[in-house]
């Protein structure tokens, strides 16, 4: 089974910025990054699948961008323009089947987690 884990998280001022990275054990087909904040329900955040289809978050568009290096199994969320509601744990999803639709989000239709990275933005 695909292992994930992330790293880069970290403390950031209001309109800083973060590149986040999800390093993947084995081939993936579609990968995701989620977020969850203290007292909230886990919500996605972007997903992009092996033809490099995206989707995003309407909250974070225009200032995140998803990217993934299939020679290295690597994802990565580059966060810009960071907001104190950005503030969460932010994990890394794996699953084999594609999910660029509209549902993209819903978790139960991811396979694999990572364990988390913790993002937190000061105004």
């Known amino acids: 089974q695909v292992q994930l884990q992330e790293s880069g998280g970290g403390s950031v001022q209001s309109g800083g910025s973060l590149k986040l990275s999800c390093a993947a054990s084995?081939?993936?087909?579609?990968m995701a990054w989620f977020r969850q904040a203290p007292g909230k329900e886990r919500e996605g955040v972007a997903s992009?699948?092996?033809?490099?289809?995206?989707r995003y978050a309407d909250s974070v568009k225009g200032r995140f961008t998803i990217s993934q290096d299939n020679a290295k199994n690597t994802l990565y969320l580059q966060m810009n323009s960071l907001k104190p509601e950005d503030t969460a744990m932010y994990y890394c999803?794996?699953?084999?089947?594609?999910?660029?639709?509209?549902?993209?989000?819903?978790?139960?239709?991811?396979?694999?987690w990572g364990q988390g990275t913790q993002v937190t933005v000061s105004s």
């Open positions: 999803a794996a699953d084999p089947m594609p999910k660029h639709d509209t549902n993209w989000s819903q978790l139960a239709r991811w396979d694999t």
């Open positions: 084995g081939d993936t087909r579609c």
């Open positions: 992009i699948d092996t033809k490099d289809r995206i």
